[in-house]
């Protein structure tokens, strides 16, 4: 089993940007079996993809949302990030990060709740 372990603020304002870290503790995120996802389940709904980021650096994103989507890496610090702009209410959820391999999320952290709210 993997090790993550996200963080950060759980009241965003709306308008503002939601910026999650993950710190991955058991693999290096630059190792090129894993590749590194953020996924988000708004209350009541199923869960909803929103990208990833593969060994090299590149990043993916979910149609939907990749106009207010980055997603950026730390590997001194063993990191990514997710940093999701110009936010609403519709963006309330319990986000997670993931290790993904062979194309399935093989390890997830535990989540955390964001509300956007004034």
């Known amino acids: 089993q993997g090790q993550l372990q996200e963080s950060g603020p759980g009241l965003v304002k709306p308008s503002q940007t939601i910026s999650l870290t993950c710190t991955v503790s058991?693999?290096?995120?630059?190792?090129?079996?894993?590749?590194w996802g953020w996924i988000r389940q708004p209350p009541g709904k199923g869960l909803e993809y929103i990208g990833y980021?593969?060994?090299?650096?590149?990043?993916f994103y979910s149609p939907s949302l990749e106009s207010r989507t980055s997603i950026s890496r730390d590997t001194s610090k063993n990191q990514f990030t997710l940093q999701l702009r110009d936010v609403t209410p519709e963006d309330t959820a319990t986000y997670y990060c993931?290790?993904?391999?062979?194309?399935?999320?093989?390890?997830w952290g535990q989540g955390t709740q964001v509300t956007v709210s004034s």
């Open positions: 058991d693999v290096s995120i630059t190792a090129n079996d894993y590749w």
């Open positions: 980021m593969i060994y090299s650096g590149s990043t």
């Open positions: 993931a290790r993904i391999r062979t194309w399935a999320y093989d390890s």
